[in-house]
């Protein structure tokens, strides 16, 4: 069975950072490219950023680029994400993503599994 978790939300300052953390397992977790994508409050779904299978390759929202930085520790199924200079339009609910094979996808519609997510709030 194939489970995504998110861990590392939290409450945090304007300005302040945060590392989101997603533990996978139930699948070969080096042969896929993943993606977060978030959820702000009365808002739709917002592709923030992705890597490849290896880590080679990472690609991010004009949104979050220069803020945001996802890696990956395939030895230990983990999803990152790093997150600096938070703004309180970055309040969202974080979701890990699967992507469909190797290379990072946008939409998406193509996720075929998502963790239950972490909610970050940026409040002062």
């Known amino acids: 069975e194939v489970q995504l978790v998110e861990s590392g939300g939290g409450l945090v300052q304007p300005g302040g950072s945060l590392r989101l953390s997603c533990a996978a397992s139930g699948f070969t977790f080096s042969s896929y490219a993943m993606s977060w994508v978030r959820q702000a409050p009365g808002k739709g779904l917002e592709w923030v950023s992705g890597?490849?299978?290896?880590?080679?390759?990472?690609t991010y929202a004009d949104s979050v680029k220069g803020r945001f930085t996802v890696s990956r520790d395939n030895a230990q199924n983990t999803l990152y994400l790093q997150i600096n200079s938070l703004k309180p339009e970055d309040t969202a609910v974080y979701y890990c993503t699967k992507c469909p094979g190797s290379t990072v996808v946008v939409e998406i519609d193509l996720y075929d599994y998502w963790g239950q997510g972490t909610q970050v709030t940026v409040s002062s």
């Open positions: 890597i490849s299978s290896g880590g080679s390759s990472t």
